[in-house]
């Protein structure tokens, strides 16, 4: 109630006293307060006047939930070296780097630090003025969600969700592509791939992380990005091939939303991996990133992200121990010998055996050129017998220039005329 009716409740009670014609019920009729609340109040006035009685029992008290000068000071340091981080986040490494580490105790017992509410943390942020990087999905008039929510699939490998996000992990300025892939039944990190560009390296070897730990997923959910299939004709990639050879279904997403989930692991991951690097002191080198954050990092994420599926029986295939992943991760573009070489990518390439002799075919032969996508290695097989392939050589191409204005052009003609290797 009101205090303006709990003061009229009050004087009536008071009145009543020397009045016997007020009754509990012409007091309810005025103020809305039931009777048992009247008797109560009664008892109140016995004690304490009305003054008294409309003045809140915590009133001038700060709330329990408030924190010390130096609890915020102690956040404040704490803070400095996550500079964007969400709300979130820091509530987590906060718990979990030093109220629950043993390591330090005094540290909690000498700032009065306790495992505060994520609301407190949010006004936390507000009142210090600290913004979080997180934006909240955007929302129709009625509420709800732009587009509706898929359910999940019921097990696990049924459907694996794969994307590619550039980011400057380190913040040194090298953006580089984390290749990722998450199983739509429980929203688990499969693995992940750093690479500096989106690539059928960056996926292979993601994918191929995934068969050695889970086994093979009975489909892939991606975009139409070319590294999954042609731009122009819709037919299979490298990566595709790789896919088809595994007996991977493909499914192809006609717009970001459609892989929502994904999506927005991709954005917990670019909020979420530059503060945990620093966190976890990893180096600023993809090659290390690459191994922690599969051999740790996607554990720690999907102890906190992940749920159970709804069937408890994977659908993952298992593939023999003596799995042949050489054959099966590689790349293959068809060639023609010329004079012992080949072309790739305007160089010049010879194949030798392992004892570094020439194998000489005859010109104009149409041959496999592979290359390992793990290993990076380039070679051709030949009855049943692989020849590495060297580069030696550049293939030579007509120069050509582009000029902007008669300036340009006038120095490009006295260049030719006055250097003789030109």
């Known amino acids: ?24 019920e012409h007091i309810t009729r005025e103020t809305g307060y039931s009777e048992r609340q009247l008797i109560r109040l009664s008892k109140e006035l016995k004690q304490k ?9 915590n009133t001038g008290r700060k709330p329990i939930t408030t924190a010390s000068d130096q609890e915020v000071s102690y956040l404040r340091k704490f803070k400095e070296p996550y500079p964007e981080i969400t709300i979130a986040q820091f509530r987590d490494i906060f718990i979990e780097d030093v109220i629950n580490n043993p390591q330090r105790k005094s540290e909690v017992q000498q700032y009065g630090l306790k495992p505060r509410s994520p609301s407190w943390f949010r006004q936390l942020f507000i009142n210090e003025g600290w913004q979080s990087p997180l934006r909240k999905p955007s929302r129709t008039a009625n509420g709800r969600t732009t587009h509706p929510v898929r ?28 290749h990722l892939a998450v199983d ?40 139409k990005d070319s590294v999954f299939r042609s ?28 892989k929502g989930r994904i999506e927005r692991y ?9 503060n945990d690097i620093i966190r976890f002191g990893i180096p600023h080198d993809y090659n290390v990133l690459n191994e922690w954050f599969n051999s740790f990092y996607i554990k720690y994420l999907n102890s906190k992200f992940s749920f159970s599926p709804a069937d408890p ?63 990076e290695e380039m070679y051709i097989e030949y009855y049943g017998k692989r020849y590495t392939c060297y580069q030696v050589g550049e ?3 007509d120069k050509v220039h582009e000029t902007e204005g008669q300036k340009q052009l006038q120095e490009l003609l006295d260049k030719r005329r006055t250097d003789s290797s030109y």
């Open 1 to 24: 109630m009101d205090t303006v009716n709990k003061e009229l409740a009050l004087k009536l009670l008071i009145e009543k006293q020397q009045n016997q014609f007020i009754t509990y």
């Open 49 to 57: 006047d009305i003054e008294s009685i409309l003045t809140h029992g």
């Open 151 to 178: 359910p999940p699939r019921p097990s696990r490998g049924e459907l694996t969700q794969i994307d590619g996000t550039p980011f400057d992990w380190f913040g040194d300025g090298r953006v580089y592509t984390l």
């Open 184 to 223: 739509d039944a429980t929203t688990e990190v499969l693995a992940g791939w750093f690479m500096p560009t989106e690539c059928t390296r960056g996926y292979a070897r993601m994918l191929k992380l995934i068969i050695e730990k889970e086994g093979k997923p009975l489909a892939l959910y991606s975009d």
């Open 231 to 258: 731009v122009k004709n819709g037919a299979p990639s490298q990566f595709g091939r790789i896919c088809c050879l595994l007996h991977i279904e493909q499914i192809f997403a006609n717009s970001p939303e459609g």
């Open 266 to 274: 991709n954005g917990t991951a670019q909020n979420r991996l530059p």
């Open 313 to 375: 029986h994977d659908s993952y295939i298992e593939v023999p121990d003596d799995f042949n992943y050489s054959r099966i991760f590689r790349a293959e573009y068809p060639r023609v010998i010329f004079n012992t070489m080949f072309s790739m990518n305007n160089r010049l390439y010879s194949p030798f055996d392992e004892n570094g002799e020439l194998l000489v075919l005859n010109d104009r032969k149409h041959i496999t050129v592979c290359i390992d996508i793990i290993s």
């Open 395 to 397: 293939r030579k191409r």
